[in-house]
């Protein structure tokens, strides 16, 4: 045995490569998720904590933090994730590997399919990943996964591919990848990579063995990466999943139910017709759909596929029924529930934010907002309310909740409380100029709020006529306080 070859044997013992494999690969495991680490995002959101509550009261409701992971898919700054990772949010922060935060734009989501789609503004390239097919996995194949499990930052876990095509019974297009490689709370909306650090897959489920909150015992499920390529392809196109439908639920006829009908085993079976659908009073629950166009249908996969493909499109469906087989029309019509997103806003936000210039929105720290974004009673300074996406803030990372503390231009520190009265406690130009519109502002505002945000304009604009550059910010987050430099010409007109 050659000495190539004996490294091969050693590799397949350590790691479970096949020998022959591992002789075709010029890249060591290490290297190949160092490669891919850099296109692996972190996404942490914000939303009501019970959304689902009708009855509760925007005055009191609290901000909840979640987390899950994503993936450059275009250097433009487009990222992919799953749908549950960014429901019902109001706020997308997205981490990249170098720990820049950036604010995302949800450009859509599915609904029948857990996949959305992000767009930060980097102002460069980032690193994206290469999409392998799918479809030619194997049971056995090894792989590795990258994710922010709980929060936690970016970690790395591996395994092999368990089962292919699984069903879970989440909806008529489950065709999960199975894998034992550890997917916990936070992998959601992460990449599945192979051993040429290709995606093949979207962490997406696991069980936990029924524990609520329990983590991965070995059994995570991912999107396979070919369908979810097209569909994140589409939903760029239409900001939605454009895709035709029959809203008919179906499954494959099995050898037990071609007996109990007295049929070949072919086609599918009809188990329910929505109230929407172009098949309601054509196809019945039972009948088995035999034929589209003419074209023999062989599968739950075949026909979802081919009716997705052609919305709008009116197929002549050939079917079985009681002993007969007829022949009935049945137009492909757009999948129910699926609809552009609404761009997201803060239902926190109160009557007392104003807009900065740098695309972030503040109010005064009350006790209500300190409640609703669970921040310590004695925190001082000004909250953020809204971000804009794509502006100087949102590319800067500034967050829903963040509190700023404090401003400094070279010597100049200025704090943000008004409950303090230092002279040189200017505000940075919080309203858009000084006209009558923050005349009116100031004149709503207590006393101390107004003396201090009167100052701080004065002392901002000064400070940029001075030639001063930058604005350092003292930002206090979820995770603890950091420094976030912003351009004076961005934070003041």
């Known amino acids: ?201 979207m962490s997406t489920a696991l069980y936990t063995g029924g524990v609520q909150k329990g983590g991965s015992i070995g059994i995570g499920f991912a999107i396979p990466s070919s369908i979810a390529q097209e569909l994140l392809s589409v939903i760029r196109q239409y900001g939605y999943i454009r895709a035709g439908s029959f809203e008919l639920d179906t499954r494959n006829v099995t050898a037990d139910i071609a007996a109990s009908l007295g049929i070949a085993q072919q086609g599918v079976i009809v188990l329910d017709v929505a109230d929407d659908s172009p098949a309601k009073g054509r196809l019945l629950p039972g009948d088995v759909i035999l034929a589209l166009d003419g074209v023999p249908v062989v599968d739950v996969d075949q026909i979802y596929t081919k009716v997705a493909e052609s919305l709008g499109h009116t197929f002549d469906v050939r079917y079985w029924r009681h002993g007969k087989t007829s022949e009935v029309e049945v137009q492909s019509v757009q999948w129910a529930d699926e609809k552009p997103v609404a761009t997201p806003t803060s239902p926190l936000e109160t009557k007392d934010a104003e807009p900065m210039h740098f695309g972030v929105d503040v109010a005064p720290l009350t006790d209500a907002l300190r409640a609703q974004f669970s921040l310590p009673k004695d925190e001082m300074g000004v909250v953020v309310t809204g971000v804009q996406p794509d502006s100087p803030g949102g590319a800067a990372g500034f967050s829903v909740g963040d509190v700023i503390e404090q401003t400094q231009v070279g010597p100049y520190v200025m704090t943000w409380n008004p409950q303090e009265t230092e002279p040189s406690m200017p505000m940075g130009q919080m309203m858009e100029g000084s006209g009558d519109r923050a005349s009116a502002m100031l004149k709503g505002m207590p006393a101390r709020m107004r003396d201090m945000m009167t100052r701080r304009q004065a002392r901002m604009s000064e400070l940029k006529k001075q030639g001063w550059p930058n604005v350092l910010v003292l930002v206090r987050g979820a995770h603890g306080r950091r420094f976030v430099t912003m351009r004076l010409q961005d934070w003041v007109e």
């Open 1 to 201: 045995m050659n000495s190539i070859a004996r490294v091969a044997a050693i590799l397949f013992l350590l790691i479970g490569v096949d020998p022959a494999q591992a002789q075709n690969r010029t890249n060591p495991l290490p290297d190949v998720i160092a490669a891919a680490l850099p296109s692996v995002v972190s996404i942490t959101t914000k939303a009501l904590a019970n959304p689902a509550d009708k009855k509760v009261d925007l005055a009191t409701a609290k901000a909840q933090e979640s987390f899950g992971s994503g993936f450059v898919i275009d250097p433009a700054g487009y990222i992919a994730t799953n749908r549950h990772v960014v429901d019902g949010a109001f706020d997308v922060i997205v981490t990249l590997s170098d720990g820049t935060r950036l604010n995302a734009d949800i450009i859509g989501k599915g609904r029948k399919y857990d996949i959305a789609l992000l767009k930060v503004n980097a102002h460069r390239l980032l690193p994206a990943v290469t999409f392998a097919d799918s479809y030619k996995l194997k049971l056995g194949d090894r792989l590795f996964v990258i994710g922010n499990p709980y929060g936690l930052g970016v970690s790395v876990s591996s395994g092999i591919v368990s089962a292919l095509a699984r069903n879970l019974g989440l909806t008529q297009f489950d065709r999960f990848i199975q894998t034992d490689a550890a997917i916990n709370h936070g992998n959601s909306g992460g990449p599945l990579f192979d051993l040429d650090g290709k995606v093949v897959g």
